[in-house]
């Protein structure tokens, strides 16, 4: 083999082309000895890595920061509960799991589902559970409405109202008095505060009610059909959806968020989509969802969350390419993916609770030293005195990674 087809072959491997990991049972993710290599091969600066990890490790109580460039796993630490083989409850990171496996079963299930992500879900088809409607305004909306938030249904908290990129709506928190409704119900019954893809209001229950769509077609809870189509492929390790809350155990899976996965498993998530949805030879994940998730879309034009995933396409990440796209999670957990830079990200992060075995029913069994048993939440600047937030700091770790590239 001459010279220039040898160092063909080299750049190719280089940039992780054909490259997939195998399971950590079998040997995980390649590694590079030291930091000149990473510098060299990966084109990353490891003390700039550090920087990366010393902010994100202010701003949770557990976690870790973990980065894969050309297929490389170039950076992994840890703090506090956070571990290799912790799983904790991620929460909202959850919500792009549940869109990923619903475009997973939009193209398996074609035929039951022909106009996708326009079809409107509120009737007797889709969601039999829904009917009679209680608004009726309801039957207009759309899979791809829920799966970016611009289902007009009411958000949680007192999270505002956008709409064309304005929080034009302070919305009040809706009253909860009476008995609580059953998961399912409590999702379809949220109000609508617009018209349907007349605005945009984080509201959890918009991607539980697309796994409930999800449900009714494949016959199977999302978790296991997310056990089938990509953990069993991708061949991750311990795992499970966190289904318990306080004493109650939910029935279905809750599509709003708490997957509890291994940190190096969120990569091999993450590395599929960067890799336009290929797992060695199989098509895991539909290319043509990916690059859906990854930049604007029709679907909702007031805000920047494309099928659960913040796309930063309007630059609102300043120091961060303009094609990277991500999802926050409560606690400050963050899985980030960068296709420019040939780079996934996953910000571990978390708070006692999210790593009590008791959520998920995983048995976690790894050393903790109970070094941030009285930690307390760094203040964002020297010119606030609050907390490091959730999307704030998911943010700030994306732009200090990116900032670490060198070539």
Not at 42 to 48: E, I
Not at 132 to 150: F, H, R, V, Y
Not at 197 to 210: K, M, Q, R, T
Request: with cysteine.
């Amino acid at each position: 083999m001459n010279a220039f087809l040898t160092g063909l072959l080299l750049a190719h491997a280089a940039y992780g082309e054909d490259y997939f990991p195998k399971p950590d049972t079998a040997g995980g993710w390649r590694t590079l000895p030291g930091a000149a290599a990473i510098r060299k091969t990966a084109g990353m600066d490891v003390k700039k890595l550090d920087q990366a990890f010393e902010y994100a490790s202010r701003s949770s109580q557990h976690g870790g920061l973990l980065v894969v460039r050309h297929g490389w796993l170039v950076y992994e630490r840890y703090y506090g509960r956070g571990h290799r083989e912790a799983n904790p409850a991620t929460a909202s990171v959850g919500k792009a799991y549940t869109s990923i496996a619903s475009g997973i079963m939009l193209a398996e299930k074609k035929a039951a589902i022909p106009e996708g992500l326009d079809t409107k879900v509120f009737n007797e088809k889709y969601l039999p559970e829904a009917m009679p409607l209680d608004d009726p305004a309801k039957a207009a909306i759309t899979l791809g409405q829920l799966l970016s938030m611009s289902a007009g249904l009411h958000g949680e908290g007192s999270n505002p109202g956008f709409v064309n990129g304005e929080p034009t709506s302070k919305l009040t928190p809706i009253p909860r008095g009476g008995a609580r409704l059953e998961q399912d119900l409590a999702a379809l019954r949220t109000p609508l505060w617009t018209a349907p893809g007349g605005g945009y209001s984080y509201a959890s229950s918009s991607p539980h009610v697309a796994s409930m769509v999800l449900r009714k077609l494949t016959g199977m809870e999302m978790h296991e059909y997310i056990g089938l189509r990509l953990a069993k492929p991708l061949g991750w390790g311990q795992w499970a959806w966190a289904m318990r809350r306080g004493e109650t155990v939910l029935p279905h899976t809750p599509g709003g968020g708490d997957i509890a996965l291994r940190s190096t498993d969120h990569l091999r998530f993450l590395y599929a989509i960067l890799k336009k949805g290929r797992w060695e030879k199989q098509q895991v994940i539909p290319a043509d969802y990916i690059e859906l998730c990854g930049k604007p879309t029709k679907w909702n034009v007031h805000a920047p969350m494309s099928l659960m995933f913040e796309n930063n396409a309007d630059g609102h990440v300043a120091g961060a390419p303009r094609d990277a796209f991500f999802k926050s999670g409560g606690g400050g957990f963050g899985v980030i993916v960068v296709p420019s830079l040939d780079m996934v990200i996953y910000k571990m992060a978390g708070d006692d609770a999210q790593y009590n075995a008791e959520r998920t029913g995983l048995k976690q069994d790894y050393p903790y030293d109970g070094s941030r048993n009285s930690w307390k939440p760094a203040v964002r600047s020297q010119f606030s005195d609050g907390p490091i937030g959730t999307d704030d700091s998911v943010r700030r770790v994306l732009e200090m990674v990116a900032a670490a590239v060198i070539e």
